[in-house]
């Protein structure tokens, strides 16, 4: 099966050139005549009752042009159905501090600003809650009325018989496992840009255009329509490129809303571009979890039973809450064989912005804490950590206890291949003191097999149309943001099409003019869309060849298309290599002979009379199918077989996947007992991703989801405050930069999955779980503490160190505290109002009796 | 590979290089957006607003705010949309331009400081023919951008570097990038395209050290 011709190649991305030219245009590239620029005004409370708001002020402003509201568009929404708690503007109550409240569009950025200021708003604060465990015992004040005792959602489940599970195990290891809130960092600002059209017959605001850094445009279009309450075919929403999104734009921002709501208000185009401080405050990312972990093992490390409680730090509203928290108990199972499992999951809201999707989506928290507990019961039972993973290998094609069916299974490969290329045996036990190795695996879907709208609609869908000289454009509603999706469908195409990859054009995330896809989350885009895109490509070449068969008097079986060229079968068979090789090696002139002339007629009238022919190029065949069937278009959809659509208990349609990926990690680590900083020197990365249509992106995204992974062991972690977020910027969250970056190797294993497309599944995500408890296992082996609690910063370490030692334990985090206050207080160093650090807006109670007049800086 | 990895210069020593470099920024000015409305002092030599800038080599008339920064001219003004804002607030580097050759952030720099100096962004690396600067054909080859937001700015951090030292090793390479961020790639596969490039370069002399010959 090495007769590929484009994919499993490495192949540039068809969109590079426009990257590193300047020349690819973002959101915020974009401007429109009479354009006007929006800013948003945030709650300076985390919690409180809206009495209420004067605008007038702000409206009088010369240069301010609509001032708009919650009420202007009062109508919930949430990504989730279930979900439906938030609107664009808040609407009697504030939430979270940076909550959105108001929204002026004006003719410069300046104005907009301060018009800002001049926005009344009465507030009646209340109490807040930031910890999610004193939440749940809330009784009044809830966050959302409907919810008691601020609890989004809870499940339990259990799997088999756990207690059984349990009673067979020789030794049961136990422990809670906290992993800290990180965010995506994504580094494009969230943007969108909107424009109504005036209605040519009534000079009414009409269609409504929106260019918007989204991964989900159709989930936008959708969101637009319900709060704007306009039929979706009046909205069309463009996804031009998009800085990065690993999640956070896989959702509606409340800004992608606002800019809508406040163009109708202002019968113009407005743009609104968070600042960075804003992106942190929008948020959406992995939420600060709780993790409870139990398991059972037999004294050979086999697992006997798993129990697990997580409770996630929501944030104010349910954004993907309720997918997050069963996703953490969902992938327990598909990535070892574990017979009986226990799951309660807790998802609490907080007087915090909302957490959502994050790269790893609920999987990648619950996936630190059970691989540190393997490599615990490894060191507890003394047997060698990648082996107590080697006997809970799953065998498939097998459905998990929890009702995960899986196929195609690479781990062993992949633990086989970072032990081998590691040094593993050989280096593991002769470390030199402060250094030590670790291992640990994980996975992920590719792709949900039930979508978050309960349909029966396929999940994606491609179009292909070809033009006479040979061109082929692609329609995909599939959202390229970085991570090679317009690549893969060009390439898929192109192999199916047996045609170069140059001729393969793709027009991508226009609602207007692609298919519906529901976007790129999940990990979805290379399996589904893929599919469609395989599946439509085989339907435009069934054309090809029927009128290929007849120009060269064949069947149509004995027709290959391959190499840009279309053949008889024997013709270019492998049976005849020099043959071949001349005909292909004859391609160019073909192709010269026929460009331009066909189209006038006269050349392919010539052709006709010469009789039948034993090969073509792909042009010439093309247009034989156009002359004998007429427009040669194909239409491909994917929808998720149903044996993979999981379980029927409640909950049961999340974690289900057609495919899962599989990534097995190593990590060479060493710790600074003094300093107690971590260095990571290498980490070795196989995964498993079915087949690599192209490596080169492959890696890309593999050794980035390691490296992502590696911020959130080391780094990265949102620190608050009573609400208040301490480090709202890229400089104070700690994305690694180039010096602390180590070197990644990627091993790519390949599986061929029978349902994926050419065998591919995800690379996306899938690894970077693996990486942070790969990370804490190998600071266990080089200094022998353990640390539960990510990320693994030098105080976290000394600390650990200090109480290994016997030593007074100092408490670092002080959000772990129950005992800190919960109560909301001023602090001084908080970065909001709106970026006028320490000044409170003029009328937070807070602010009476404190130094009037004190300014951003003004304590300097 | 080396195993110590080089924390020698800090992403923050160099970040405050560059920053110094290029206008005085405040830390108030750094952290919160500052008005450029009103009520401001007036900066020296600021009075005028139609100014002339030199950017990738032509003479461009525009007319200038008083504390506008460059990456707003650049991008608002000019339609030079390849230097981005990741942060507005000298910290990621996705606005980085060359002035005089020197990478400065854009974002962090008043137009009016550079009115007679030499501006080049992204837009004037490649040949006036459009062939890509080796760096940027590099870039393209090795997947070294995966979104690409960051793409610009490294380009011209890594266009300065390879100006300067043509043949860095690993770990000056990693000092020089740490000015940028990337959110995507790990940084891995843009080490892979800067080789690459210098190979690339590297046989180019030598060809045509052999032809002059
Ligand atoms: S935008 Fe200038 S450094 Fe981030
Ligand atoms: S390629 Fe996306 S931030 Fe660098």
């Given at each position: 099966?090495?007769?590929?011709?484009?994919?499993g190649?490495?192949v540039?991305m068809?969109?590079?050139?426009?990257k590193?030219t300047?020349?690819?245009?973002?959101?915020?590239?974009?401007t429109?005549?009479?354009?006007?620029?929006?800013?948003i005004?945030?709650?300076?409370?985390?919690?409180?009752?809206?009495?209420?708001?004067?605008?007038?002020?702000?409206?009088a402003?010369?240069?301010?042009v609509?001032?708009?509201?919650?009420?202007?568009?009062p109508?919930?929404?949430?990504?989730?159905?279930?979900?439906h708690d938030?609107?664009?503007?808040?609407?009697?109550?504030?939430?979270?501090?940076?909550?959105?409240?108001?929204?002026?569009?004006?003719?410069?950025?300046?104005?907009?600003?301060?018009?800002?200021?001049l926005?009344?708003?009465?507030?009646?604060?209340?109490?807040?809650y930031?910890?999610?465990?004193?939440?749940?015992?809330?009784?009044?004040d809830?966050?959302h009325?409907?919810?008691p005792h601020?609890?989004?959602?809870?499940?339990?489940?259990?799997?088999?018989?756990?207690?059984?599970g349990?009673?067979?195990?020789?030794?049961?290891a136990?422990a809670?496992y906290i992993?800290?809130?990180?965010?995506?960092a994504?580094?494009?600002p969230?943007?969108?840009?909107?424009?109504f059209?005036?209605?040519p017959?009534?000079?009414?605001?009409?269609?409504?255009t929106v260019?918007?850094?989204?991964?989900?445009?159709?989930?936008?279009?959708h969101k637009?329509?319900?709060v704007l309450?306009?039929?979706?075919?009046?909205?069309?929403?463009?996804?031009?490129l998009?800085g990065?999104g690993?999640?956070?734009?896989s959702?509606?921002?409340p800004?992608?809303?606002?800019?809508?709501?406040?163009a109708r208000?202002?019968?113009?185009p407005?743009?609104?571009?968070?600042?960075?401080?804003?992106?942190?405050?929008?948020?959406?990312?992995?939420?600060?979890?709780?993790?409870?972990?139990?398991?059972?093992?037999?004294?050979?490390g086999?697992?006997?039973a798993?129990?697990?409680?997580v409770?996630?730090?929501?944030?104010?509203y349910?954004?993907?809450?309720?997918?997050?928290?069963l996703?953490?108990?969902a992938l327990?199972?598909?990535?070892?064989?574990?017979?009986?499992?226990?799951?309660?999951?807790?998802?609490?809201l907080?007087n915090?912005?909302?957490?959502?999707?994050?790269r790893?989506?609920?999987?990648?928290?619950?996936?630190f804490?059970?691989?540190?507990?393997?490599?615990?019961?490894a060191?507890t039972?003394k047997?060698?950590?990648?082996?107590?993973?080697?006997?809970?290998?799953l065998?498939?094609p097998?459905?998990?206890?929890?009702?995960?069916?899986?196929?195609?299974?690479?781990?062993?490969?992949?633990?086989?291949?970072?032990?081998?290329?590691?040094?593993?045996?050989e280096?593991?036990?002769?470390?030199p003191?402060?250094?030590?190795?670790?291992?640990a695996?994980?996975?992920?879907?590719?792709?949900?097999?039930?979508?978050?709208?309960?349909?029966?609609?396929?999940?994606s869908?491609?179009?292909?149309?070809?033009?006479?000289d040979?061109?082929v454009?692609?329609y995909?509603?599939a959202?390229?943001i970085?991570?090679g999706s317009?690549?893969?469908?060009?390439?898929v195409?192109?192999?199916?099409?047996?045609?170069d990859?140059?001729?393969?054009?793709?027009?991508?995330?226009?609602?207007?003019?692609?298919p519906?896809?529901?976007?790129?989350?999940?990990s979805?885009?290379?399996f589904?869309?893929?599919?469609?895109?395989?599946?439509?490509?085989?339907?435009?070449?069934?054309?090809?060849?029927?009128?290929a068969?007849?120009?060269m008097?064949?069947a149509?079986?004995?027709?290959?298309?391959?190499?840009?060229?279309?053949?008889?079968r024997g013709?270019?068979?492998?049976?005849?290599?020099s043959?071949?090789?001349?005909i292909?090696q004859?391609?160019?002139?073909a192709r010269?002979h026929?460009?331009?002339?066909?189209?006038?007629?006269?050349?392919?009238?010539?052709?006709?009379?010469?009789g039948?022919?034993e090969?073509?190029?792909?042009?010439?065949?093309?247009?034989?199918?156009?002359d004998f069937?007429?427009?040669?278009?194909?239409?491909?959809?994917?929808?998720?077989p149903?044996?993979?659509?999981?379980?029927?208990?409640k909950?049961?349609?999340?974690?289900?996947?057609?495919?899962?990926?599989?990534?097995a990690?190593?990590?060479?680590?060493?710790?600074d007992e003094?300093?107690?900083?971590?260095t990571v020197?290498?980490i070795?990365?196989?995964?498993?991703?079915?087949?690599?249509l192209?490596?080169?992106?492959?890696?890309?995204q593999?050794?980035?989801?390691?490296?992502?992974?590696?911020?959130?062991?080391?780094?990265?972690e949102?620190i608050?405050?009573?609400g208040?977020?301490?480090?709202?910027?890229?400089?104070?969250?700690?994305?690694?930069?180039?010096?602390?970056?180590?070197?990644?190797?990627?091993?790519?294993?390949?599986s061929?999955?029978?349902?994926g497309?050419?065998?591919?599944?995800?690379?996306?995500?899938?690894?970077?779980?693996?990486?942070i408890?790969?990370?804490s296992?190998a600071?266990?082996?080089?200094?022998?503490?353990?640390?539960?609690?990510s990320?693994?910063?030098?105080?976290?370490i000394?600390?650990?160190?200090?109480?290994?030692?016997?030593?007074?334990r100092?408490?670092m985090?002080?959000?772990?505290?129950?005992?800190?206050?919960v109560?909301?207080?001023e602090?001084?160093?908080?970065?909001?109002?709106?970026g006028?650090g320490?000044t409170?807006?003029?009328l937070?109670?807070?602010?009476?009796?404190?130094?009037?007049?004190?300014?951003?800086?003004?304590?300097? | 590979?080396?195993?110590e990895?080089?924390?020698?210069v800090s992403?923050r020593?160099?970040?405050?290089?560059?920053?110094a470099g290029?206008?005085?920024?405040?830390?108030?000015?750094y952290?919160?957006?500052?008005?450029?409305?009103?009520?401001?002092?007036?900066?020296i030599?600021?009075?005028?607003?139609?100014?002339?800038?030199?950017?990738?080599?032509r003479?461009?008339?525009v007319?200038?705010?008083?504390?506008?920064?460059?990456?707003?001219?650049?991008?608002?003004?000019?339609?030079?949309?390849?230097a981005?804002?990741?942060?507005?607030?000298g910290e990621?580097?996705a606005?980085?331009?060359?002035?005089?050759?020197?990478?400065?952030?854009?974002?962090s720099?008043?137009?009016h400081?550079?009115?007679?100096?030499?501006?080049t962004?992204?837009?004037?690396?490649?040949?006036?023919?459009?062939?890509?600067h080796?760096?940027?054909?590099?870039?393209?080859?090795q997947?070294?951008?995966?979104?690409?937001?960051?793409?610009?700015g490294?380009?011209?951090?890594i266009k300065?570097?390879?100006?300067?030292?043509p043949?860095?090793?690993e770990?000056?390479?990693?000092?020089?990038?740490?000015?940028?961020?990337c959110?995507?790639?790990g940084?891995?596969?843009?080490?892979?395209?800067i080789?690459?490039a210098?190979d690339?370069?590297?046989?180019?002399?030598?060809?045509?050290?052999?032809?002059?010959?």
């Amino acid at each position: 099966m090495t007769d590929f011709s484009v994919i499993g190649k490495s192949v540039a991305m068809i969109d590079a050139a426009g990257k590193t030219t300047g020349a690819g245009k973002y959101t915020d590239d974009f401007t429109l005549p009479g354009m006007l620029v929006g800013k948003i005004l945030h709650s300076p409370y985390p919690h409180a009752r809206i009495k209420c708001i004067d605008t007038s002020r702000a409206k009088a402003l010369q240069g301010v042009v609509a001032v708009v509201t919650g009420e202007d568009a009062p109508n919930p929404y949430g990504i989730l159905p279930v979900g439906h708690d938030e609107t664009a503007l808040a609407v009697g109550k504030v939430r979270y501090v940076g909550d959105h409240v108001a929204c002026v569009a004006a003719v410069t950025e300046e104005i907009a600003e301060e018009a800002l200021e001049l926005i009344d708003v009465e507030y009646e604060p209340l109490p807040a809650y930031f910890d999610p465990v004193e939440s749940m015992k809330a009784e009044t004040d809830l966050i959302h009325e409907n919810r008691p005792h601020n609890l989004e959602k809870d499940y339990h489940h259990v799997f088999g018989d756990p207690e059984k599970g349990f009673a067979e195990a020789d030794y049961v290891a136990e422990a809670r496992y906290i992993a800290n809130e990180v965010t995506h960092a994504a580094m494009e600002p969230h943007c969108t840009l909107a424009n109504f059209e005036l209605d040519p017959h009534t000079g009414k605001m009409g269609r409504l255009t929106v260019w918007s850094s989204t991964q989900v445009p159709y989930y936008l279009q959708h969101k637009l329509s319900l709060v704007l309450e306009m039929p979706m075919s009046q909205i069309r929403v463009i996804k031009p490129l998009v800085g990065g999104g690993f999640g956070g734009k896989s959702e509606i921002i409340p800004l992608e809303i606002i800019a809508a709501v406040t163009a109708r208000a202002a019968r113009a185009p407005v743009k609104i571009t968070y600042t960075r401080e804003e992106v942190f405050w929008a948020h959406r990312g992995r939420p600060r979890t709780i993790i409870d972990l139990k398991t059972g093992v037999k004294n050979d490390g086999r697992v006997t039973a798993v129990a697990c409680e997580v409770i996630q730090d929501g944030g104010a509203y349910c954004s993907y809450g309720v997918v997050t928290i069963l996703y953490s108990g969902a992938l327990l199972g598909a990535l070892y064989d574990i017979p009986h499992i226990r799951y309660d999951g807790y998802r609490v809201l907080t007087n915090k912005p909302a957490c959502g999707a994050m790269r790893g989506h609920g999987t990648v928290n619950v996936r630190f804490a059970f691989e540190s507990q393997m490599d615990e019961i490894a060191a507890t039972l003394k047997l060698d950590p990648a082996e107590v993973r080697r006997v809970n290998l799953l065998k498939p094609p097998t459905v998990t206890v929890n009702g995960l069916r899986v196929l195609s299974y690479g781990l062993p490969e992949c633990i086989d291949q970072v032990i081998t290329r590691s040094g593993w045996a050989e280096r593991k036990d002769k470390m030199p003191k402060g250094r030590g190795l670790g291992v640990a695996c994980s996975h992920y879907v590719s792709g949900a097999a039930n979508s978050i709208i309960r349909s029966d609609m396929p999940h994606s869908t491609v179009n292909i149309k070809i033009d006479r000289d040979g061109g082929v454009v692609v329609y995909t509603g599939a959202s390229e943001i970085g991570q090679g999706s317009d690549t893969m469908t060009a390439q898929v195409v192109a192999e199916v099409l047996g045609c170069d990859l140059a001729r393969v054009r793709v027009i991508a995330a226009d609602t207007d003019l692609t298919p519906i896809d529901l976007g790129s989350y999940s990990s979805r885009v290379t399996f589904m869309s893929g599919n469609a895109a395989l599946r439509a490509a085989q339907d435009v070449k069934k054309n090809i060849v029927s009128a290929a068969a007849k120009r060269m008097n064949c069947a149509p079986e004995d027709v290959i298309m391959h190499s840009d060229r279309v053949y008889k079968r024997g013709a270019v068979a492998g049976d005849n290599d020099s043959e071949a090789a001349e005909i292909l090696q004859d391609k160019e002139a073909a192709r010269g002979h026929v460009d331009g002339q066909i189209l006038r007629g006269s050349v392919l009238q010539t052709r006709k009379e010469e009789g039948p022919k034993e090969h073509m190029s792909f042009e010439e065949a093309v247009v034989s199918a156009i002359d004998f069937h007429g427009a040669l278009t194909g239409t491909g959809s994917y929808a998720p077989p149903t044996e993979a659509r999981g379980g029927k208990h409640k909950g049961g349609g999340v974690g289900p996947s057609p495919a899962y990926s599989y990534s097995a990690q190593v990590a060479d680590v060493s710790v600074d007992e003094e300093t107690g900083e971590v260095t990571v020197h290498k980490i070795w990365a196989a995964h498993d991703c079915g087949r690599a249509l192209n490596p080169v992106a492959v890696e890309g995204q593999v050794i980035g989801s390691v490296w992502m992974g590696l911020g959130q062991a080391l780094e990265e972690e949102m620190i608050w405050k009573d609400g208040l977020l301490m480090n709202p910027g890229l400089l104070e969250y700690r994305s690694p930069s180039s010096t602390e970056s180590p070197e990644i190797e990627c091993i790519i294993v390949e599986s061929v999955d029978p349902e994926g497309p050419f065998g591919a599944k995800e690379a996306g995500e899938g690894s970077l779980a693996a990486t942070i408890p790969a990370i804490s296992n190998a600071i266990y082996h080089a200094v022998g503490v353990r640390l539960r609690e990510s990320p693994f910063t030098p105080e976290r370490i000394l600390s650990a160190l200090r109480a290994k030692k016997g030593m007074k334990r100092i408490e670092m985090t002080e959000s772990v505290d129950p005992t800190a206050p919960v109560k909301f207080r001023e602090h001084g160093g908080s970065l909001w109002f709106r970026g006028k650090g320490p000044t409170r807006h003029a009328l937070d109670p807070s602010r009476q009796g404190s130094q009037a007049g004190s300014v951003a800086g003004g304590e300097r | 590979m080396p195993e110590e990895t080089s924390k020698a210069v800090s992403r923050r020593r160099f970040i405050m290089g560059v920053i110094a470099g290029g206008a005085a920024v405040s830390a108030a000015g750094y952290l919160f957006r500052a008005s450029t409305h009103h009520g401001n002092a007036p900066l020296i030599g600021a009075g005028e607003r139609l100014i002339t800038l030199n950017v990738n080599g032509r003479q461009r008339r525009v007319d200038v705010a008083r504390q506008e920064t460059l990456a707003w001219t650049l991008r608002y003004n000019l339609g030079l949309t390849g230097a981005k804002l990741g942060c507005d607030r000298g910290e990621c580097g996705a606005c980085t331009v060359l002035i005089d050759d020197v990478p400065h952030y854009s974002c962090s720099v008043l137009t009016h400081t550079v009115r007679s100096r030499k501006v080049t962004t992204i837009e004037g690396l490649a040949a006036a023919d459009g062939t890509l600067h080796p760096v940027q054909q590099a870039m393209v080859d090795q997947h070294g951008s995966q979104c690409g937001f960051c793409t610009p700015g490294f380009m011209m951090t890594i266009k300065w570097l390879l100006a300067n030292n043509p043949d860095p090793s690993e770990d000056e390479i990693r000092d020089a990038l740490s000015s940028n961020l990337c959110r995507c790639t790990g940084y891995s596969q843009m080490y892979q395209a800067i080789r690459a490039a210098i190979d690339a370069e590297q046989k180019g002399t030598k060809q045509e050290l052999v032809e002059a010959k």
